[in-house]
């Protein structure tokens, strides 16, 4: 890459990293208030289940794909408010390192994991994935779920995955897919900071070219539909509020419909993927 090229790179991944802290640290409470602490798509196996039970079965159905191992060393990209942390380290003994753009999302999980008095298993810090230093040959499983869609430059993202790995290491990926090519999907990547939204044929040739095979995928869009039915419900719900709040809320707001309606057009779909070194 010569000098010039390498500038523009470090100011597109500078730009980017500061348009997604600004994003989820001025939407913080909104997130929490419309969808909790689990900053991630419900599994609706019936279209019944509460937001949290379906929160879990997500949570659950990734790690049976991934025949996660007991007390792995997990590296959770994208880490939220600590959730997805706390469940791996309470169910399954898993030492987790998260990392996290936004201070506001830490602040308030490092306050939940030390209540829970999980802070000796769950350790979160404020670093970029894209220019995170990944220690070879250091995690068990890397866990990204829902971050990947904020990255930039994808293919280099899997490739230091697949140097942080030890042997038999474990990939999960859960990721909105679909082709930027469609409106309504560079719609979804506008309201939520995403440079790019690839397709799941896109996220199977990443993984195979960083030398990682893919075990298992999954199409689960008719499973996590509700998830955006419900926060859709739920922000009406708070009226003439939506017209006092800051223009990202607004915009926020103006994004459930947007993604909804890719999901329900069939141009947008969530992919589950799970793959192994070796």
């Given at each position: 890459m010569s000098t010039t090229s390498g500038i523009i790179a470090d100011a597109a991944l500078d730009s980017n990293e500061e348009a997604i802290r600004r994003h989820y640290d001025s939407l913080s409470f909104w997130y929490r208030l419309f969808w909790g602490d689990h900053l991630h798509h419900g599994w609706f196996s019936t279209g019944a289940e509460k937001p949290r039970e379906a929160q879990i079965e997500m949570l659950q159905q990734c790690t049976s794909m991934l025949r996660m191992p007991?007390?792995?060393?997990v590296l959770d990209v994208g880490c939220?408010?600590?959730a997805t942390g706390m469940f791996?380290?309470?169910?399954?003994?898993?030492e987790v390192d998260g990392i996290n753009l936004s201070p506001n999302q830490l602040m308030v999980a490092?306050?939940?994991i030390a209540a829970a008095q999980l802070s000796s298993k769950v350790r979160l810090r404020l670093q970029d994935a894209e220019s995170f230093a990944y220690p070879a040959d250091h995690y068990d499983v890397v866990w990204t779920m829902e971050s990947s869609e904020h990255f930039v430059y994808k293919q280099k993202y899997f490739h230091l995955v697949r140097r942080?790995?030890?042997?038999?290491?474990?990939?999960?990926?859960a990721a909105w897919t679909g082709s930027m090519t469609r409106y309504s999907v560079s719609g979804v990547a506008k309201h939520f900071v995403c440079p790019e939204i690839c397709t799941a044929d896109d996220y199977v040739g990443f993984i195979e070219t960083a030398g990682m095979r893919v075990q298992q995928l999954v199409n689960a869009t008719k499973y996590v539909v509700p998830?955006?039915?419900?926060?859709?419900?739920r922000i009406r719900r708070s009226g003439p509020l939506k017209h006092f709040v800051p223009g990202g809320v607004r915009s926020f707001a103006d994004g459930l419909e947007v993604i909804l309606d890719a999901y329900l057009s069939g141009d947008l779909t969530y992919t589950i993927i799970a793959a192994q070194v070796g």
């Open positions: 007991i007390a792995a060393r939220g408010y600590g791996l380290a309470s169910k399954l003994a898993c490092k306050k939940k942080t790995l030890r042997r038999d290491g474990r990939l999960l990926v998830t955006w039915q419900i926060c859709l419900r």
